[in-house]
């Protein structure tokens, strides 16, 4: 796709060419421990809910009710703030 690359960074006016340009660099300072923990743990969560419904020959289109027991005060909170995102839970059926 390099030309629609070229096309897309002409457009943001970022000037010459981008097959010209350096690769980005990455700062290791950006990614915290916690945010790391958390996108894991909700990660494992919709694998186990996958997983589940997958073994008990649940139709992924059919909606289901999830409760979690024993919490941990760190996973309450995580689960709190992904419900203030706009994920589309349903997704999970797929």
Known sequence: ???ITEELWEQFEFG???INEDWPT???NLITPDATKEISWVIALINE???TRSAAN???KSKVQVLMKNLIRSESATLKQTRNLSLDWETLNR
């Open 49 to 51: 809910i996958r997983s």
């Open 26 to 28: 990455f700062d290791d």
């Open 58 to 60: 649940i139709n992924v």
């Open 16 to 18: 010459g060419l981008l």
């Open 1 to 3: 796709m390099p030309y």
